[in-house]
T-cell receptor, first 114, second 111 residues
């Protein structure tokens, strides 16, 4: 099983739609999780952090299910500017100690069309 | 406040050559991590430098080496380049193991 696994998509949705991405991870010791956004030919940028059951920031909601070891990202009322690749990221954790290594999923491509 | 900077932006090399990529971290950051991102894939962790020492390493061969300088800037060196080394190389800086901020990357093409 891959350390972090995402559905690569692509997801093509109309403006105003709600879209959800899922991500599974293999290390049950992982404590925190991130969603990064990467625009075409640009660097990844942090979108949301998830430390407990979930996090909400405007139109974006991230949820964590520790029992099933998956994280989801929900985008409501999609905008054209949401078109990007969304990367699920799990920091390496061993024995309760957080390390700097980030493990990225393959990324999910989202295209929002008019 | 300048963010993470990387040089060069683009680079073309031939198989067997050696390359050095450079990274300057965000002000106040002491840790630099390097990632390789192949086309259509997520970034893969190469290694991390802290206090001028390699603190963690990913699953990359010894052809990949690095260095961190006293001013926290860092270099990534790749020897004996292979076609498969063509990728976007991303540098990320952080204060210890906190949030990592990524630079714009260096796009390496190996012919």
């Amino acid at each position: 099983r891959k350390e972090v696994e995402q559905d690569p998509g692509p997801f093509n949705v109309p403006e105003g739609a709600t879209v959800a991405f899922n991500c599974t991870y293999s290390n049950s010791a992982s404590q925190s999780f991130f969603w990064y956004r990467q625009d075409c030919r640009k660097e990844p940028k942090l979108l949301m952090s998830v430390y407990s059951s979930g996090n909400e920031d405007g139109r974006f909601t991230a949820q964590l299910n520790r029992a099933s070891q998956y994280i989801s990202l929900l985008i409501r009322d999609s905008k054209l500017s949401d078109s990007a690749t969304y990367l699920c990221v799990v920091p390496y954790n061993a024995g309760g100690t957080s390390y700097g290594k980030l493990t990225f999923g393959q990324g999910t491509i989202l295209t929002v069309h008019p | 406040d300048a963010g993470v900077t990387q040089s060069p932006t683009h680079l073309i090399k031939t198989r067997g050559q050696q390359v050095t990529l450079r990274c300057s971290p965000k002000s106040g950051h002491d840790t630099v991590s390097w990632y390789q991102q192949a086309l259509g894939q997520g970034p893969q962790f190469i290694f991390q430098y802290y206090e001028e020492e390699e603190r963690q390493r990913g699953n990359f061969p010894d052809r990949f080496s690095g260095h961190q300088f006293p001013n926290y800037s860092s270099e990534l060196n790749v020897n004996a380049l292979l076609l498969g080394d063509s990728a976007l190389y991303l540098c990320a800086s952080s204060f210890s193991v906190n949030e990592q901020f990524f630079g714009p990357g260096t796009r390496l093409t190996v012919l």
